[in-house]
């Protein structure tokens, strides 16, 4: 099938489609901080985690990343399927994709960080988006505990003894 474009037009339409702020990830924000999480999208740990996550949950230890089916080869989704046109290409393309976001999410994970990919194929619809939204916390997970927060939890002497005032 040829293309119903000029390679102008596409090489345009290409260039509008965003890597950042796209509606999936903004739909996925706009939920968590409807559920009570605070998150980061431009924050320094984005940027310095592998893969650039779309959303740090430093609280929980998490980050997000938000995946179109397309983009990122989703196996199975009926969202992806390889253009029938230049399909060697797209196939390599799509199997760089893949790698890369396996080789992020390992990296994330070895740092202790607990990664979660979302699918678009996850919300596009308003019963998969409601499913969706009853399942998140389970998939985030317990807050972290700081290094604050287990110094003030363990005490500093044992119970029933006094320290001793220097004088």
């Not at 509008?16 to 990830?25: F, L, N």
């Not at 924000?29 to 009570?36: F, I, Q, T, V």
């Not at 089916?69 to 799509?94: N, Q, V, Y």
């Amino acid at each position: 099938m040829v293309d119903t474009v000029s390679e102008e037009q596409r090489s345009y339409n290409m260039s509008r489609i965003r890597s950042k702020d796209t509606k999936p990830e903004i739909l996925i924000r706009s939920m968590l901080h409807g559920l009570g999480y605070r998150f980061t999208v431009n924050g320094p740990k984005n940027r310095q985690l592998p893969g650039k996550p779309d959303i740090v949950l430093p609280k929980y230890g998490t980050v997000i990343f938000v995946h179109g089916c397309f983009w990122h080869g989703h196996e199975g989704c009926k969202d992806f399927r390889l253009p029938k046109t230049r399909t060697d290409w797209w196939r390599a393309k799509i199997d760089r994709n893949r790698s890369r976001d396996a080789r992020n999410l390992a990296a994330v994970r070895a740092l202790g960080w607990r990664a979660l990919v979302i699918w678009s194929c996850e919300f596009n619809t308003a019963a998969k988006l409601e499913a969706l939204r009853a399942g998140l916390s389970a998939r985030i997970g317990l807050p972290m505990e700081t290094a604050e927060e287990r110094a003030v939890a363990e005490p500093a002497a044992p119970y029933g003894k006094r320290r001793a005032k220097n004088r």
